[in-house]
């Protein structure tokens, strides 16, 4: 009797110890829900807009507000920088999570000094913007075709009033636009991009695959995922659960990882080794679900989104060689610009036909697609020691880029 009895309670010891973990997770993930949904609000302050300033001003570019009214009613605040020599090229920049736009300054610079204007946004409920919930790319994704919109009607708007009569476009719209992201800001960059085409290439560091998993690693409390995808999985259930009951929003649905493979465009996927807030395995997620034309490369000893801090020189060498890539006419696939935005031709212009311009008629739209771009190749090369070979094929609309290199290998 003494032995069964005493049979029953380590049974009932054991049961207590293995169920106990798993629903205090499920409890934590309840209550941590709406601070997940109502992130840290870091202020613009002026003491932050001087060290934007003395930033820009390293490259002599004008800073300019830029306020954009989303969809759902929610303002968001930013600023539109151009630089003193613009190469007609726009990038979206887009800060983490409980940052502002003072966030991705760094990234500014070096974009400006090469010529490409940048539009730095609050994220919503994050700096100046309004809002109070972050959707992680849910309603970010619509936030960024607003501001995209806006992009193109600011040239529009801003010369209505000057008399034009020369030839050409007078008010001359981006002529690409790119996105480049860190952390909640590269999932958001990636999840827009599935869904504008307007953006062209996304260069992303440090992005979450989707928010379950990311669930996992804070269950984990950033040390033991596979402990947050077993023993205190019920964390990450709870948490996306009452998430998309407070918002009405599918949060487990956010997934950067699903929409690089629901439309094919280029990204540059960039992973910190020692990075364990989001670590490199998102990053490889992304990459195995990538359609299009994709780059990886792993910066050794780097922390979160810590890349351009501990390889700067090489951080600006490859995202600068990889947007110059699609900037330079070796993209196959143009940017369609609105009607609004094109030259409207006078009526001799419409009686000449394009064969009498010395134009084939198909390459002269009428929704303002440019021209077909020749093909570019390029051979291998050896800089900082490091030989890269690479070749660029526009097959079926897509440019096709084969990387090879030791920077660029898998985790």
């Given at each position: ?230 023993l205190l999985s019920p964390f990450a259930w709870t948490l996306l659960y009452r998430g998309a009951r407070l918002t009405a929003i599918p949060l487990a649905e956010v997934s950067p990882a699903k929409a690089v493979g629901s439309r094919a465009f280029p990204v540059l996927l960039i992973c910190d080794e020692k990075d364990v807030a989001l670590p490199c395995r998102h990053t490889q997620m992304i990459y ?124």
């Amino acid at each position: 009797m003494l032995r069964t009895a005493m049979r029953r309670r380590i049974i009932r010891v054991m049961l207590i110890l293995l169920l106990l973990p798993p629903v205090l997770a499920a409890v934590a993930g309840w209550l941590v829900a709406p601070a997940y949904l109502h992130p840290i609000r870091r202020e613009l302050t002026p003491d932050l807009i001087r060290e934007a300033d003395a930033s820009f001003a390293v490259t002599h570019a004008d800073r300019e507000p830029f306020d954009v009214r989303a969809p759902d009613g929610v303002l968001l605040r930013g600023w539109k920088v151009t630089p003193p020599n613009p190469n007609g090229s726009w990038v979206l920049l887009f800060h983490g999570v409980a940052d502002n736009r003072v966030g991705v300054t760094g990234q500014a610079e070096f974009l400006l000094g090469s010529g490409y204007g940048v539009v730095m946004m609050d994220a919503r409920a994050h700096g100046a913007s309004e809002g109070s919930t972050a959707t992680y790319g849910w309603l970010e994704r619509q936030d960024t075709r607003a501001v995209i919109d806006r992009l193109f009607q600011d040239p529009r708007q801003g010369c209505l009033a000057i008399p034009h009569h020369g030839t050409g476009n007078a008010c001359p719209p981006p002529r690409h636009i790119f996105a480049l992201g860190e952390s909640m800001g590269a999932g958001i960059a990636l999840e827009t991009a599935a869904t504008d085409p307007r953006i062209e290439a996304v260069v992303a560091e440090a992005s979450f695959a989707n928010l379950r998993e990311a669930a996992y690693d804070y269950a984990g409390l950033r040390k033991y995922p596979r402990l947050g995808k077993t023993l205190l999985s019920p964390f990450a259930w709870t948490l996306l659960y009452r998430g998309a009951r407070l918002t009405a929003i599918p949060l487990a649905e956010v997934s950067p990882a699903k929409a690089v493979g629901s439309r094919a465009f280029p990204v540059l996927l960039i992973c910190d080794e020692k990075d364990v807030a989001l670590p490199c395995r998102h990053t490889q997620m992304i990459y195995d679900a990538a359609r299009g034309p994709k780059q990886l490369w792993v910066v050794p000893n780097a922390y979160h989104t810590a890349a351009l801090g501990f390889y700067p020189e090489e951080f600006k060498r490859r995202v600068l060689e990889f947007f110059e890539t699609y900037r330079s006419g070796c993209s196959p696939r143009p940017l369609t610009v609105p009607a609004a935005f094109l030259e409207r031709p006078s009526e001799q212009e419409k009686e000449i036909t394009p064969e009498a311009r010395g134009a084939p008629p198909e390459r002269r739209g009428s929704l303002g697609i440019a021209p077909g771009r020749p093909r570019c190749t390029s051979g291998g090369r050896k800089k900082n020691g490091l030989e890269e070979t690479s070749e660029k094929e526009p097959v079926a609309g897509l440019l096709l880029i084969r990387t090879s290199g030791r920077r660029f290998r898998p985790f």
